[in-house]
């Protein structure tokens, strides 16, 4: 077994140690590129302040970036019996440079390395999320301006209530994702901010450029306070999962939607064949199972806030080892709710629409409001209208002609999807990911 960073004479039990290291050395290979850029930022400033000669940096450089591409193209391992991804990093530089590679750790502790590869490494997914909720937007407004003059039942407590339209459907969860890519903008910026230089959450006598690094990441700011670099561990992981969650939950709801819809009993909708599977003794069977592993795979992540809650509630300041779990429960996220918004894109892309809905009787009655604002409109009292309009309905004489003019703004008539899509631009523009890509690029000599 090799000795660890910290290990002097005595070596742990290695029941111990399996016990303590868990999954950390897997969770870890999520944050090798991250790690990466962090040492880069962090060597460069100990060049500035004389910590490092700039031929040092240069080949110390050279050989981070050669680690970057084995992570990027998934080559990077940790090694058996090396404890963590920080571990592994400074053991290939010191196997390739020497001496050299035990100077990176200086005016550092793993505790701000690894808050500051979680940073980067959420930022970073984060954006991969924007861009899939942003992509699934921009098919259900395109949906919903197709089917915008296509009537559906509208429901209240399952039961039909009034006219609404596809446009609005398509366009409701559209809308919903500007509300959830509101709070995505915040979560980054919570998470876009520098924690290197808190070292153990108590600073160094080094005389760190805490702003240099700031700059060379590409973080809007840093955490200034070290005790509070630290103390944000799990709080920003709390923060992001609670942005996921509300993602998840437009989602989640929309699949249970369109499974309802696409039963026998609505008949509204059809699913795409391919995301449907039969039954091994029912041969008429076609079951929505996409979108019920989405549903069901959303509703977990909504548990996420909950779980690093629970974890990180209650601890005073300071670091302590159960903020490591957090990461078994956080990073594999963003790939579940990736692969929800793929499935979810591909699904409302390629649904049929039944266009005849409302010829069928059995939905006279969602137009029983119209027939009352109708009457209201010509002078006779909403009380009145109402009262006789229902008389109507259980004499059984009610009719309608199945048309609606609705004109105000958001209602049938008046999608008005210009504006929801202008204000989800002006939210994914307040992003401002290129600051972040540049910075990294820039380390990187791209």
């Known amino acids: 077994m090799a000795q660890k960073l910290w290990e002097k004479n005595v070596r742990v039990d290695e029941d ?13 290979l999520y944050l090798a590129k991250y790690d990466v850029l962090g040492s880069m930022a962090h060597i460069t400033m100990l060049e500035s302040i004389g910590l490092l000669t700039v031929t040092e940096l240069q080949i110390l450089l050279a050989e981070l970036r050669n680690i ?81 003059d296509v009537l559906m039942p509208g429901y209240t407590h399952l039961q039909i209530a009034m006219p609404s339209s596809f446009g609005l459907w398509f366009g409701a969860y559209a809308e919903s994702l500007v509300d ?43 955490n200034y306070n070290v005790v509070y670099a630290q103390m944000g561990r799990g709080k920003m992981e709390r923060n992001v999962a609670f942005a996921l969650a509300s993602i998840a939950g437009t989602v989640s709801k929309m699949a249970f939607d369109a499974c309802m819809f696409s039963s026998q009993n609505f008949g509204f909708v ?62 594999p996220a963003f790939r579940e709710l990736k692969d929800c918004l793929q499935m979810a894109a591909y699904i409302m892309d390629k649904i049929k629409i039944n266009e005849h809905i409302l010829d069928d009787d059995r939905y006279l009655y969602i137009f029983s409001v119209e027939e009352v604002n109708r009457l209201a409109s010509e002078g006779m009292p909403f009380r009145d209208a109402y009262k006789k309009v229902g ?24 999608l008005c999807n210009d504006r929801i899509e202008a204000l989800m631009q002006q939210v994914i523009d307040g992003f401002n990911f290129d600051v972040m890509q540049q910075a990294e690029q820039s380390l990187l000599g791209r």
């Open 16 to 28: 111990i140690d399996r016990f303590t290291v868990g999954r950390d050395r897997e969770m870890d």
């Open 68 to 148: 970057y591409a084995s992570a990027e193209k998934g080559e990077f391992v940790i090694e058996d019996g090396i404890e963590d991804v920080h571990s592994q990093v400074e053991l290939m530089l010191t196997r390739k440079l020497g001496d050299v590679g035990k100077k990176i750790h200086s005016g550092r502790s793993r505790n701000d390395q690894v808050l500051v590869d979680l940073k980067l490494f959420t930022r970073a997914e984060l954006k991969e999320v924007a861009d899939a909720v942003e992509h699934l937007f921009g098919i259900l407004i395109s949906q919903s301006n197709a089917y915008k």
């Open 180 to 222: 959830d890519m509101m709070f995505l903008q915040a979560a980054f910026r919570l998470c876009n901010r520098n924690p290197l230089g808190s070292a153990a959450g108590y600073g160094s006598s080094f005389p760190l450029n805490r702003e240099m690094t700031t700059r060379l990441l590409g973080f809007d700011s840093m």
């Open 270 to 331: 059809k699913l795409p064949d391919e995301c449907t599977t039969g039954s091994s003794i029912m041969p008429h069977k076609k079951n929505p199972d996409v979108f019920e592993l989405t549903r069901a795979k959303c509703n977990k992540l909504q548990t996420l806030p909950q779980q690093i809650m629970m974890i990180m509630n209650n601890l005073p300041s300071g670091y302590f080892r159960d903020l490591q779990i957090i990461k078994e429960v956080f990073l």
């Open 391 to 414: 008389l109507d309905i259980e004499a059984g004489r009610f009719t309608h002609d199945k048309k609606v003019c609705h004109t105000h703004e958001g209602s049938i008539g008046n």
